[in-house]
């Protein structure tokens, strides 16, 4: 039980070993390709969709009214 | 006898910091940070205004009941992830200088404010950033009822808004969303004739009867502006969503024939081009505020928003647009959201009605002329007095 988790402590010191070698640009690249590109995918569709609905405006319409209690959040 | 509630509104960390308090729903108070510090456009957390606020009313920081911050910070961050996302890996160099500050002072509003204010013990409440502006024209004009037009460079994601104001109530009903942003192409234009962007659009202003717009088609190259008064930014020349310089100098250079200028004398082009910038914003101002009639039906419109300074543009509406009447914020650009956040919160959060009216927009301090007297002796600066005819 000691050895393999000397032999899994070993593995992690690599990995993280590994980690510290990549730059944050790669890290983020790759966060970018996990998180945000189906995200940029799903919205460039949306926003296709939309142009083909309505190309004589810009404008996009606000349905729901501001809520005052939402100003208790930052968001 | 219950006692007076206080609020303090508060705008700051990214330009022109102030800071403004109401007692009751009467504003006591207001001031640019910059007026304390001398330094233009200052940014910081608007301690000196605050604290001069604070003894403009007599009262310390404890007395305050609420605080007000001018927009959600949260949702300003979504937008410059999601905008990186979207353009990276090009957004690379924009993103890394920017999340600095981010993570150091921006996403800490709330713990900044209770740090600057230790013996605050109230709530803190955040608008919109055009709300915010909304609120600091509408809530404190003379109408009961309003159409509410805001542009600016941008906010969390809106950069102009149209909306309607009923009594206590504002309503946001369109917006048009970053990086398209009428603020923004007139600080790249100010930036293409070598002046500060977010800062010297005034003399871009000032420069535009000197010349003739020459440049109008190249300008409207820019910008795709629809008759209701929406508009587009050719994201194919400019790059203020992906990088820290505003356009692509090769393209913008092919367009206008001049590279931008870095210092020397003004030339023809020059002043052409800021006559071009000029007259597209006139037209696009005018053009909004036509739509905005349409959607409200209201005779009155309330302007606010750092392009609302624009003087020139905003003296053609009455004249040019269905509008009668008209109220612009004298604080329009970002130091006037302090004005808003802190009226919103007193009519729309706490539920009371509007009872203030801004007539003048005096609310700085003001100095006697005993105390200039004795400044000007205590600096040894020679002076005439000229006493009043």
Not at chain 1, 18 to 34: D, E, K, M
Not at chain 1, 67 to 74: E, G, I, Y
Request: net charge positive; hydrophobic share 40%; with cysteine.
């Amino acid at each position: 039980m000691k050895v393999l988790s000397l032999y899994a402590w070993n593995y992690i010191k690599k990995l993280l070993h590994f980690i510290g070698r990549i730059n944050t640009f790669v890290i983020l690249s790759i966060f970018y390709f996990a998180a945000f590109f189906p995200v940029k995918a799903a919205k460039t569709v949306a926003s296709f969709i939309s142009k083909k609905q309505n190309s004589n405006s810009y404008w996009i319409k606000r349905t729901e009214p501001i809520d005052p209690a939402t100003a208790k959040f930052q968001f | 006898m219950n006692s007076p509630t206080y609020i303090l509104g508060i705008s700051c960390f990214y330009h022109d910091a102030a800071a403004c308090l109401i007692k009751d729903g009467q504003l006591v108070a207001a001031a640019a940070e910059e007026r304390f510090t001398r330094k233009k456009h200052d940014n910081n957390f608007p301690s000196n205004a605050i604290a001069y606020c604070l003894k403009e009313a007599s009262i310390e920081e404890k007395d305050i009941d609420a605080v007000g911050f001018y927009e959600k910070p949260l949702l300003k961050f979504e937008r410059i992830v999601e905008v990186a996302a979207n353009t990276w890996p090009k957004s690379y160099k924009s993103f890394i200088s920017a999340i600095p500050q981010w993570l150091r002072k921006k996403l800490w509003i709330k713990e900044n404010i209770q740090k600057e204010l230790k013996n605050f013990k109230g709530e803190i409440y955040f608008t919109e950033h055009h709300v915010a502006h909304a609120a600091s024209s509408y809530l404190v004009s003379p109408f009961k009822e309003a159409a509410i037009v805001t542009l600016d460079g941008v906010g969390e994601w809106a950069t102009t808004t149209i909306g309607q104001g009923t009594e206590e109530k504002i309503n946001i009903r369109e917006e048009i969303h970053f990086p398209h942003s009428l603020g923004l192409l007139y600080a790249i234009i100010t930036h293409y004739l070598g002046f500060k962007p977010n800062s010297a659009e005034y003399k871009v202003m000032g420069l535009a009867p000197y010349g003739k717009p020459v440049y109008q088609k190249e300008i409207e190259n820019l910008i795709e502006l629809k008759k209701d008064g929406s508009f587009k930014l050719n994201m194919d020349i400019l790059t203020h969503d992906e990088s820290t310089s505003f356009y692509d100098e090769e393209k913008m250079k092919k367009l206008f024939g001049f590279p931008p200028r870095i210092g020397g004398p003004l030339s023809e082009a020059h002043k052409n081009l800021a006559a071009s910038i000029q007259t597209v914003t006139e037209k696009a101002v005018l053009a909004i505020c036509r739509h905005a009639y349409e959607l409200t039906k209201s005779k009155n419109l309330c302007l606010a928003g750092g392009v609302a300074l624009n003087c020139v543009a905003n003296g053609k509406i009455l004249a040019e647009t269905p509008f009668e009447n008209i109220f612009i914020e004298p604080a329009a650009g970002d130091d006037g959201g302090a004005l808003g956040v802190a009226f919103y919160i007193w009519t729309n959060v706490l539920k009371n009605k509007r009872s203030f009216e801004l007539k003048h927009s005096s609310w700085g301090p003001q100095f006697s002329d005993k105390e200039i007297e004795d400044f000007l002796e205590k600096k040894k600066i020679r002076a005439i007095f000229f006493q009043e005819q």
